[in-house]
């Protein structure tokens, strides 16, 4: 489970307007549709980008070895309830939420509510963005069954 939680916080990327804590409408204004490079608390790394229906694309590298794989997140993937965002995950038995901490004009850090161990560095990317080679025909679809499989 706490895979599936690394995995969802590295594709998303919500963050506030000034330096410090972020409401959630903060975090969406800073956050959505531009691309974002991140880097997890266990190695895992990519670019990612929300989009306006909350769902995500980028790419993704788990636990920063092998292959780096396309990702993509459905819409209402991320949500707002009330100050908080949160990810809805199919096969997922808990809806995580987002303590979200602005760094700077380019970055912020998100951590899951009550593991404050489990987070990730989001920068915003302006560059071009970073194309993942995949062997699959259709996007891989991150789900905490594949999580493991796509760790190797």
């Known amino acids: 489970m706490l895979r599936g939680v690394a995995l969802c916080m590295g594709l998303l990327a919500s963050v506030p307007a000034v330096a410090g804590e972020m409401s959630a409408e903060e975090a969406r204004r800073f956050v959505i549709g531009k691309l974002f490079n991140y880097t997890c608390f266990e190695g895992t790394r990519g670019q990612g980008r929300v989009l306006s229906d909350g769902s995500v694309v980028g790419s993704i590298q788990f636990q920063g070895k092998g292959q780096v794989r ?16 949160c990810a809805s995950l199919r096969g997922m038995p808990i809806e995580p939420c987002f303590n979200l901490e602005r760094v700077d004009a380019n970055s912020f850090r998100g951590s899951v509510s009550g593991l404050g161990f489990a987070s990730c560095e989001f920068t915003r990317h302006h560059g071009r963005p970073v194309v993942a080679q995949h062997q699959r025909a259709e996007p891989l679809g991150l789900r905490p069954s594949l999580t493991a499989q796509n760790s190797n």
Do not use: D, I, S
């Open 70 to 85: 396309y990702a993509n997140l459905p819409a209402n993937t991320l949500r707002v309830k009330g100050e908080a965002v």
